[in-house]
């Protein structure tokens, strides 16, 4: 192999590399930030805009929501978190045990403690995002208060707050930054009980059989109910982002397809320089009879040979990049979670993208070729012989 077809082998690696990489971490991304909201937040979330309401206020709501599997209520409250001296604002959500694992994956997020909500006597359980235990240094077992700002019973212009007691049974990772952060969930009763607002809720959670279905049904249904409630889907959630990636993602494969481009002008300075070197073997074959069709296949084969042997070796260079970005991301921070929401994205490579990637690769490989396969082509059997 000449030095020229070895730059652009080495040329169409890197690129095809860069590409796979590229791609899988922006793929892996959508489908961690995906995964992550629809574990904690479910499919589809109701809520009343003018704040908590009585299940039976619900209901006509609820008969609407026919293409749902389970659905499961939730009280949402802000507080302030009062623990080692330190104080942070917080967003408390009751849960009902008995429905929640119907519709939301949150037993899968505990990584330290267990999924327990047993009330003590003194303390109310809590599973705390483990941004906010790393804040304030809470461990399994640890008791902490939380403040709720309250209009006074006589007063409503007069603050009365509400202090309430808890212990941490589990701590969470919920995937985002911000959830981790500030986010405990503690029983749908004991939420209740400590907001005073007897057995309402502040919403709903459902699942739908699939992701898409959710995605198109909440926005028809969220036009419908306005202003009263406010429907939302996994998609709604994070919708900027989402469509940030949709954006970025072609956009990032051509401009590094920029690379495989400037690898296919090295293979096309390579055949134009082997066409020169065989002027003499050219003629020859163009004496014995062999026609410009055949002359233009093998140097586009040889092309194309260059192509597929640098892609093929580029997607081996891309999975060994992608593994070395996991186990870069588990012992440094490349990611900044205040930034993309979460801290760690788990890589996927999809055949979708591989698919393109090689496609895009042998067309640029191919149409590279043509230039010099035709000016061979077009050679005579005089014009190459005729300084022999």
């Not at 055949?271 to 050219?282: A, E, G």
């Not at 233009?296 to 042997?309: D, E, N, P, V, Y």
């Amino acid at each position: 192999m000449s030095l020229s077809a070895a730059l652009s082998t080495v040329g169409m690696i890197i690129g095809v590399g860069s590409l796979v990489v590229a791609m899988a971490v922006v793929s892996g991304y959508e489908t961690t930030l995906k995964k992550s909201v629809i574990d904690v937040t479910g499919h589809v979330v109701v809520s009343r805009t003018a704040g908590p309401e009585s299940p039976d206020q619900f209901k006509d709501l609820l008969s609407r929501m026919k293409d749902a599997v389970a659905y499961t209520p939730f009280v949402f409250l802000e507080a302030v978190l009062a623990h080692s001296g330190k104080l942070s604002g917080v967003a408390i959500e009751g849960i009902d045990e008995a429905t929640l694992h119907q519709v939301l994956r949150l037993k899968s997020r505990v990584r330290e403690g267990e999924f327990r909500l047993t009330r003590e006597s003194d303390a109310s359980a809590a599973l705390v995002g483990q941004g906010l235990a790393r804040k304030h240094n809470l461990k399994i077992g640890d008791r902490f208060r939380v403040v709720l700002p309250a209009a006074a019973d006589q007063d409503r212009g007069r603050v009365k707050p509400r202090v309430a007691r808890f212990y941490v049974t589990g701590i969470l990772e919920m995937g985002r930054h911000d959830f981790d952060e500030r986010y405990f969930v503690t029983d749908l009763k004991t939420a209740q009980d400590f907001a005073q607002i007897g057995d309402q809720v502040s919403g709903y959670r459902f699942k739908f059989k699939s992701d898409e279905e959710a995605k198109i049904f909440a926005p028809e249904l969220d036009r419908e109910v306005r202003p009263h409630y406010r429907v939302k889907s996994w998609y709604s959630v994070n919708k900027k982002i989402f469509q940030a990636i949709d954006y970025e993602k072609p956009v990032i494969f051509f401009v590094l397809l920029v690379i495989v481009v400037a690898a296919a002008f090295n293979i096309s300075s390579t055949l134009f320089v082997s066409v020169i070197r065989r002027f003499r073997d050219i003629s020859v074959l163009r004496a014995m009879g062999a026609g410009r069709g055949l002359i233009m296949r093998i140097f586009t084969a040889q092309g194309l040979i260059i192509g597929i042997f640098g892609s093929a070796l580029g997607i081996v260079l891309g999975l060994i990049a992608t593994g070395l970005f996991v186990w870069a991301q588990n012992h440094w921070t490349l990611l900044p979670a205040e930034v993309y929401k979460i801290d760690r994205v788990s890589v996927e490579i999809r055949f979708s993208d591989l698919m393109a990637i090689l496609g895009a690769a042998w067309a640029i490989s191919f149409l590279a070729t043509l230039g010099p396969a035709r000016r061979g082509a077009r050679l005579s059997a005089v014009e190459g012989l005729r300084y022999e």
